[in-house]
Structures are given as structure tokens and as C-alpha cells.
């Protein structure tokens, strides 16, 4: 199975860096810490970053058994890849807390934006497209199944060990809902957040950082 490289690390701009510190509440001064930091990161990314999608004909395992009877599903791993953990620990390792947990918030930044990048692959590649995404721990899709996911890697690039804790650490499984593709769509990337295309593929109702909660809850 071929591993779909992503470009997330393209969208390290200093604009997405000055959203990333209003969103996360730093100060103006906190601004050339977190450009030094970035610009580490889109170092670590290049080469790593990316997913493998284990589509329904593709032989892969049934992990979710508590799925819709009609719906099929496509198994996504992804991860932003080992050298980001190795930056992170460095940090770490010499006492710079601040700077291991900009690596933390720029990096939840930047997977979202590999979600948007698959479901683009995916309408792109595939005769589907997104119609939700489930993540393990949901209601019927437990953590316990993640390993039958990550048996369908071509490498071995993500792995969980036994307190379901993956490695790399920026990494995340899931289960896209899919749908057949009906005619000439808008892209994810062509809609108008980062934060709205995410809540759009997403049925959690609970979730605090949603930014369509009001919508789904009429």
C-alpha cells in the first residue's frame, strides 16, 4: 500500500503562525520564539508527513463494528512523522518547555490541515468523498481495534504499543464515512476555515472547539 505524502509543512507561513498565536493566547512577544520553532518543524516535515488509506476494495480488516449498515468506510492512518518527536524531546530534554509545547499546538494546527489534504486525495483518487470522520474511542470503534488498522500498512510507519499510545506521537487513526462522489464538488481547501471544513467532516456534538455546535444542535 502506498503511503500519500502530504504538504502541511507548506502552510507554515508567518500568517498561519499569528493564528496560531491568537488562537492559543500568546503575546506579541511570544511571535519570533514561535517563527524559530515553526521553521524547525517544516524541517522535521519534509519527507515524514503523510497517510495511508486502506479504501473497502482494498482487502483491508472490518474495525468498526458499531458503523451504519449502509455506510462504508475508509481506514486513515496518518502522521506528521518521527523527526518531529526527535525536535520535541530536544526541547525537552534541555529544559525548554515552552518551546516542546509550541511543537504541540503548531503541530494539532497542522493536522488538521493533513484531514483536508486526504479528504482532497480522496475525491481526487477515489470515486468517494468524505462524509464524516469517526475517531477511535468513539461509540463503537474502540481503541482496541487500532492495531487491525495499522496491520494494513505497506511500511510500518505508525505503530501502538499495548496502552494504545501511537508512535510517532503526531500521528492519528481514523475512519472516514464515505459516500460516492456526486458530480464537480468544492474542494475542502476551497471552503472558507480550517476550522469549518474540519467541523463539516466531523459528527462529534460534544466537541468544545467546534465551531458549528448551534448549527448541528437545532
Not at 44 to 69: D, M, R, T
Not at 158 to 173: H, I
Request: aromatic share 10%.
Amino acid at each position: 500500500m502506498k503511503f500519500v505524502s502530504t504538504t502541511a509543512r507548506n502552510c507554515l507561513t508567518d500568517t498561519f503562525v499569528k493564528a496560531v498565536a491568537g488562537r492559543y493566547h500568546y503575546e506579541w512577544k511570544d511571535l519570533k520564539k514561535l517563527r524559530q520553532v515553526a521553521a524547525g518543524i517544516r524541517k522535521a516535515l519534509e519527507g515524514q508527513e503523510g497517510f495511508y488509506c486502506i479504501l473497502p476494495n482494498s482487502g483491508g480488516p472490518v474495525v468498526w463494528e458499531g458503523g451504519k449498515s449502509s455506510s462504508c468506510y475508509a481506514g486513515v492512518i496518518q502522521t506528521l512523522g518521527e523527526p518531529l518527536d526527535r525536535l520535541q524531546d530536544a526541547y525537552s530534554r534541555v529544559g525548554d518547555m515552552e518551546a516542546a509545547y509550541m511543537i504541540e499546538v503548531i503541530s494539532s494546527e497542522l493536522l488538521k490541515n493533513c484531514y483536508l489534504q486526504f479528504s482532497d486525495w480522496l475525491s481526487t483518487n477515489t470515486c468517494y468523498e468524505a462524509a464524516a470522520f469517526h475517531f477511535f474511542g468513539e461509540t463503537g470503534l474502540p481503541v482496541e481495534h487500532m492495531q487491525k488498522l495499522l496491520t494494513c500498512q505497506g511500511e510500518r510507519k505508525v505503530t501502538c504499543n499495548a496502552s494504545y499510545c501511537l508512535e510517532p506521537k503526531k500521528s492519528v487513526l481514523f475512519l472516514a464515512e464515505l459516500r460516492p462522489r456526486a458530480g464537480a464538488k468544492k474542494s475542502f481547501s476551497e471552503r472558507t476555515s480550517i476550522s469549518e471544513q474540519m467541523c463539516a467532516a466531523c459528527e462529534r456534538k460534544d466537541c468544545v472547539c467546534s465551531c458549528q455546535k448551534s448549527d448541528r444542535e437545532q
